[in-house]
């Protein structure tokens, strides 16, 4: 499987980030404080099938929801970690 990690500020400054499979569907979902604490973030994606969709996170630091825009287009995609590839 292809993923993709898409990245954001939330307005507390924590860095958003979410990894995607190649259907846009967001797979998991993380924060970063400023102190490099990472924790859990709940990420979903709305209107994947768009060219132009969203991205919305659930800030586990300061608990707003932020959206942000991506254009599918601008993706770059690897294999899964622990994927085996053909060859």
Do not use: Y
């Not at 797979?27 to 859990?40: F, H, I, S």
């Not at 991205?55 to 608990?63: E, M």
């Amino acid at each position: 499987m292809k993923v993709t990690t898409v990245h954001s500020r939330c307005e507390c400054q924590a860095h958003l980030s979410a990894e995607l499979d190649e259907q846009r569907v967001a797979l998991q979902g993380w924060a970063v404080d400023t102190r490099k604490l990472k924790l859990p973030a709940p990420a979903n994606t709305i209107g994947s099938e768009r060219e132009r969709f969203d991205v919305g996170w659930a800030c586990p630091f300061c608990t707003r929801n932020t959206l942000r825009s991506f254009t599918g287009s601008a993706l770059t995609f690897r294999e899964a970690a622990g994927e085996p590839t053909a060859g």
